[in-house]
């Protein structure tokens, strides 16, 4: 692409505005329109809402990862695309354009907003930001340098974060590499999301490196070695402060299927006590399948620092990782990132370091970070702290047209009513349903949501509303999507 980027907009939002009372089947449904929006459709996965063929809550796919044998695959080409010209195809406008139509005024949105955030059930303490993209000028708020704990949505600064250090198009490596003698060993490189097929994939394609690409039967002995597993890219405890859970395995930088003991993709799972041996036992079993002679039980050890490559598996590129963990709140994927960013500024790869290198790297892309407390890349640790100011903040720099790299922290966001974690939300606020794109955190006794919409007029802003000591989460969630919903409806002038 050449010159400026065209400027975010959110997609179809014009098309399923015009039906946002009574949604078609495919208005409800716009990633089936638009290739590469949010989560491939599979047929007869509909629930019931739509004709076979329209699902509304299909599997988010993940961007194609790769296996190689010795090779380093290319990296992806970028998958953020431009998304159409600024307001002139009668869609949300950024600003820019002569015939742009005004933004909100602060009277207007206060007089919309205020009644609102009194609702009870959002408990003692409320915070909010309300700010217009185009302008960068902040409409409404109510104390957003307050920092409280965001909960998921935290994950926005992970997300950013990532892919500020790493860049949109990498792609994290899984590597098999030669040892001292005849070892071969398994290099964790911090990718959640590899699959049993993919770690098996790795193992034949180890296999053909070991035997020099010669086929052989399996009357004729293999190779004979043995295996360890390098988990030294992480320092500091696996487990998080909040315990074994099932929102979150040891986080360890090889695992397959997040380490799920069940055939689970997304949501709370049972998960191994010891995911990188699990997936080093694994690899052993794929390398005897694949002709090597595999001797005694995988041990820990650590690579030789320019070890020979056998073969390596890439991930999917780091926006579509991040389009996952936002649109499905993946606490796995979120720690992982947060490491990512971690490994790539030269910090400790722990919780607290990942944190902190979230937090500084915030500040290198010129955000005010003064009161954050960053202690996990996921939210499930309470003692993080982040304002709604920041929030907001993230979210126009992710819409910046000169940073098109950022534009997956929106295109990552749930769509109210149809995808991810807002899948099942706004159905009591209807009008908010295709058009509120938003980040969910929830913990107990706190309910946050951060997003984007576009008003009555076309004008796009993002927000972020967070509550503390609530008592209620359902009747605080919803207080929340009645929020995000005013701003939908609203011209507020």
């Known amino acids: 692409m050449r010159g400026r980027p065209p400027p975010y907009r959110p997609a179809a939002a014009g098309a399923v505005r015009a039906s946002a009372r009574r949604p078609t089947c495919a208005a409800r449904h716009p990633r089936r329109r638009r290739p590469g929006f949010g989560r491939r459709a599979r047929p007869g996965r509909g629930r019931g809402r739509c004709p076979s063929g329209a699902a ?75 700010v217009d993209v185009a302008s960068g000028k902040r409409l409404f708020d109510a104390a957003p340098d307050r920092a409280v704990t965001p909960a998921s949505t935290v994950k926005l600064a992970t997300a950013i974060a990532a892919l500020s250090a790493r860049g949109a198009d990498h792609r994290i490596a899984t590597r098999a590499v030669r040892g001292e003698g005849d070892r071969v060993v398994l290099v964790g490189g911090g990718d959640p999301t590899m699959t049993a097929e993919d770690l098996d994939k790795l193992a034949k394609a180890t296999a053909k490196a070991l035997t020099g690409d010669k086929d052989k039967s399996k009357s004729e002995s293999g190779p004979k070695v043995s295996l360890g597993y390098d988990t030294s890219l ?38 191994s006590a010891d995911p990188a041996r699990d997936a080093a036992d694994a690899f052993a079993e794929s390398l005897s399948d694949a002709g090597v002679d595999v001797s005694g039980k995988p041990a820990e050890t650590k690579a030789p620092k320019k070890a020979d490559r056998l073969a390596v598996h890439h991930s999917a590129p780091m926006s579509a990782l991040v389009e996952r963990m936002l649109t499905h709140s993946d606490n796995d994927i979120g720690e992982a990132l947060a490491r990512q960013t ?21 500040a290198k892309l010129g955000l005010r970070t003064k009161g954050t407390h960053i202690t996990d890349g996921s939210g499930l640790d309470r003692a993080g702290k982040v304002p709604a ?39 009591d606020a209807a009008r908010g349903a295709g058009l509120v794109r938003a980040k969910t955190g929830t913990l107990t006794g706190v309910n946050t949501l951060a997003g984007s919409v576009v008003d009555a007029d076309g004008r796009l802003l993002v927000f972020a509303f967070m509550t503390t000591g609530t008592t209620d989460r359902q009747g605080a969630q919803k207080a929340l999507d009645k929020l995000a919903s005013s701003l939908a409806n609203c011209g507020c002038r």
């Open 234 to 271: 992480y320092s500091g405890p696996v487990r998080h402060g909040i315990g074994p859970n099932e929102n979150l395995a040891p986080v360890t930088p090889l695992m397959v299927n997040e380490a799920r003991l069940n055939d689970t993709s997304r949501g709370p799972a049972p998960r």
């Open 389 to 427: 100011e920041l929030l907001t903040r993230i979210l126009v720099l992710a819409a910046d047209p000169e940073r098109p790299k950022l534009r997956s922290v929106l295109t990552g966001l749930p769509i109210a009513g149809f995808s991810g974690t807002l899948d099942s939300r706004y159905a």
């Open 342 to 362: 971690a490994v790539a500024d030269g910090a400790p790869v722990s919780f607290a370091g990942a944190g902190d290198a979230v937090r500084k790297r915030l």
């Open 56 to 130: 509304s809550n299909s599997r988010l796919p993940l961007a194609t990862s790769t296996t190689e044998a010795v090779r380093t695959g290319p990296s992806a080409p970028g998958v953020l695309t431009a998304l159409g010209d600024d307001g002139k195809d009668g869609g949300p406008s950024t600003g820019g354009a002569d015939n742009a139509p005004p933004p909100p005024t602060a009277t207007g949105l206060a007089d919309s907003l205020r009644p609102l955030l009194k609702d009870p059930a959002l408990g003692p303490v409320r915070t909010a930001s309300v």
